[in-house]
């Protein structure tokens, strides 16, 4: 089983994104998928979440509005779809899965982790 993240770079601020987290070894179609990121000297944190269904999405405040997550079970695969890139996001983002539904904001929660991508972005 395994969880394989993608789609980082170093880019512009201002520019845009998507990450990609392909799942292999099972279906992760019943299982709420999310994204975190740890930036460099920092914990890491919650950025966003998204639903066994698709339908209920959480995104931190840091990103709302700039930041968007979506999933396609058929590819077994969630995406992170970052547009007006800041030079905080700087960070490696991981992506992760969880059985439950609840709680999605809590990194300790999640049963399965990605190996992170680096995205960088520059002023």
């Known amino acids: 089983v395994q969880l394989q993240a993608s789609g980082g770079g170093s880019v512009q601020a201002g520019d845009s994104l998507r990450l990609s987290c392909a799942a292999s070894?099972?279906?992760?179609?019943?299982?709420?998928r999310g994204w975190f990121r740890r930036a460099p000297g920092k914990d890491r944190e919650f950025v966003a979440s998204?639903?066994?269904?698709?339908?209920?999405?959480y995104i931190t405040d840091s990103v709302k509005g700039r930041f968007t997550i979506s999933r396609d079970n058929a590819l077994n695969t969630v995406y992170l779809q970052m547009n007006s890139l800041k030079p905080e996001d700087t960070a490696v983002y991981y992506c992760?899965?969880?059985?439950?539904?609840?709680?999605?904001?809590?990194?300790?929660?999640?049963?399965?982790w990605g190996q992170g991508t680096q995205v960088t972005v520059s002023s």
């Open positions: 070894g099972r279906s992760f179609s019943s299982y709420a």
């Open positions: 998204i639903a066994r269904g698709g339908g209920i999405t």
């Open positions: 992760a899965a969880r059985v439950s539904g609840v709680g999605v904001r809590d990194s300790k929660g999640y049963d399965y």
